[in-house]
């Protein structure tokens, strides 16, 4: 048995000690209560898609563009402090190895480069955007949402997908149970208030007994509206209706990238959660016994230790 594979024997992070909570009720709806028809009432203007920061829509349009000039988006930074901070915090840590301490922008932009600063920039629009729902564990919610991200950004150039996509992915593809919560206050406490968390399909059956609708499909309608990729948008609505033998490249990154972050959650063991991999990317980081191989157990290690957004 390796060393990191002792460690994660007897290596519980803090996040996870948890009160235990029950499972959710089966049919823990009020009595009589209707099933809401979410489509029907964002046409009615009765529920409306949350909406992020002003600022946010524009630096993650300009940043879309490889070739985009910093000095616009360190001038656009400026004008919200809570993003400048989180940019110079981003800029100070030692992931970039900053031999002193930066306090421009301007310097911190040119630092990091366009594809940090625009992960930094969705995940903070989209919490501002989604900071406050009823019966949700935000720092769990974005806890999972990260280790998501973090996986298919990863091991998208393994399966071929592109790595700034599959963040995006991982970061949004479970933001639909955010809105039908937040669209359904009354619905989401009775269902989900004080309960053991569900995650993925599980999740989505739930969500179709209680709102007649679920997070998959409600998510990509928002992606949609925020002017995401059209191939973002089409995998994170069917990410849970495709076999894992019919995945496309960022299907695979962001079907690897939910699993291993439900198997972080729950705590499962390297072989669990390696076995729960899909086929083509478990492959990957089988050893000649079939057992999680030296990266792996690294790399699964080092995702239990990652802290939440918000």
């Known amino acids: 048995m390796t060393a990191a594979h002792e460690m994660e024997k007897t290596h519980i992070p803090a996040y996870v000690l948890e009160p235990e909570k029950r499972a959710p009720i089966k049919n823990a709806l009020p009595a ?27 630096l993650m349009t300009a940043l879309r563009d490889p070739e985009v000039d910093f000095r616009v988006v360190s001038k656009a930074l400026s004008r919200d402090p809570v993003l400048s901070a989180k940019v110079l915090r981003l800029a100070n840590s030692s992931m970039f190895g900053s031999q002193r301490s930066m306090a421009s922008i301007d310097a911190a932009v040119g630092l990091i480069g ?20 009823p019966g949700i564990d935000l720092r769990i919610f974005w806890r999972d949402a990260l280790v998501a991200a973090v996986v298919a950004n990863k091991l998208a150039p393994a399966v071929k997908a592109d790595p700034d996509e599959a963040y995006t992915c991982g970061l949004l593809h479970a933001t639909g149970h955010l809105i039908l919560c937040r669209s359904y206050p009354e619905i989401a406490g009775a269902m989900f208030g004080g309960f053991e968390i569900l995650r993925g399909a599980e999740l989505a059956a739930v969500e179709t007994e209680a709102f007649g609708i679920d997070h998959p499909t409600v998510g990509a309608m928002w992606v949609e509206s925020l ?11 069917r990410r849970l209706a495709v076999a894992d033998e019919k995945l496309r490249p960022l299907d695979l990154a962001l079907r690897s990238g939910c699993v291993l972050s439900t198997a972080v959650a729950r705590t499962e063991s390297p072989e669990t959660a390696l076995a729960l991999l899909p086929p083509k990317v478990g492959a990957r980081f089988t050893d000649a016994e079939g057992a999680p191989d030296a990266a792996f157990l690294k790399f699964y290690d080092a995702l239990g230790e990652i802290q939440p957004i918000v």
């Open 227 to 237: 002017g995401f990729p059209q191939t973002v948008v089409d995998v994170i609505g």
């Open 114 to 133: 366009v594809a940090a600063l625009n992960k930094v920039i969705v995940a903070c629009g989209v919490a501002a955007a989604l900071d406050a729902v």
């Open 32 to 58: 009589r209560a209707p099933t809401p028809e979410f489509l029907k009432d964002i046409e009615a203007g009765r529920v409306e898609l949350p909406t992020i920061p002003s600022v946010v829509q524009r």
